[in-house]
């Protein structure tokens, strides 16, 4: 569990302002993925990506921007945080696709006032 | 897509008691079933997982059972203690996706 980290754990930001939440895994999976938990919807995914420079929409991902120039990162920014935005963000990766399982970042807690 | 229901969205029991949180998915194509456990303020961590190729897996008090042929899936726990209480997520990926499609959660709470 330590191999994947986020930062910030705990960001407050206003309505309109640019704000990018950091993943960093030191497995080297190649696989990567971005989740939004709100209370009643479970995990809803974001983006994702299979390797570096290799993105894909998920679920829900208006709103947000993903880059991944290195296998170990994998950044989301919010281009204009809203108040619709604030929720419990977590990061996860696992080594391939099919049926191996994924391991969670820590979570980063954002508040858009 | 996959789409993969879960009940009971909560769930209360006693000390002692076993708890059962079940799902069903729609993609027959499914082959990979994990199931995620979050304690509050935590992450989300795998505490089991079952492959289509397996009717039942155990491991102490856990034990998830698959049934294809219904395509659904469940947990069982038995002998609950305070510390199981957390919400749980199931999953299920299809063989040819990276994606799993997860459980909107049950919220199990055991009362000592």
């Known amino acids: 569990d330590a191999g994947i980290t986020q930062s910030p754990r705990y960001k407050i930001t206003e309505t309109g302002r640019q704000v990018t939440l950091m993943c960093h895994q030191t497995?080297?999976?190649?696989?990567m993925f971005w989740y939004r938990q709100d209370l009643g919807h479970g995990l809803r995914l974001i983006y994702y990506?299979?390797?570096?420079?290799?993105?894909d929409k998920g679920e829900v991902p208006d709103g947000y921007v993903v880059s991944r120039s290195k296998t170990e990162n994998f950044p989301l920014t919010l281009e204009s945080a809203t108040r619709s935005q604030t929720s419990v963000y977590f990061c996860a990766s696992s080594v391939t696709g099919s049926t191996d399982t994924q391991y969670f970042g820590p979570g980063t807690r954002l508040t858009v006032l | 897509g996959e789409n993969v229901e879960q009940h009971p969205s909560t769930l209360s029991v006693q000390e002692g008691d076993s708890a059962v949180i079940k799902c069903t998915y729609s993609d027959s194509a499914s082959n990979y079933f994990p199931w995620y456990k979050q304690e509050l303020g935590k992450r989300p961590q795998l505490i089991i997982d079952?492959?289509?190729?397996?009717g039942e897996k155990k491991d102490q008090r856990i034990a998830v059972t698959l049934n294809k042929t219904a395509k659904h899936f469940s947990l069982h726990i038995t002998e609950t203690q305070p510390e199981d209480s957390a919400v749980y997520f199931c999953a299920a990926k299809e063989g040819g996706s990276y994606i799993p499609t997860f459980g909107r959660g049950t919220s199990l709470i055991v009362h000592p």
């Open positions: 079952i492959r289509s190729n397996v």
């Open positions: 990506s299979a390797a570096a420079d290799i993105t």
């Open positions: 497995w080297s999976h190649s696989y």
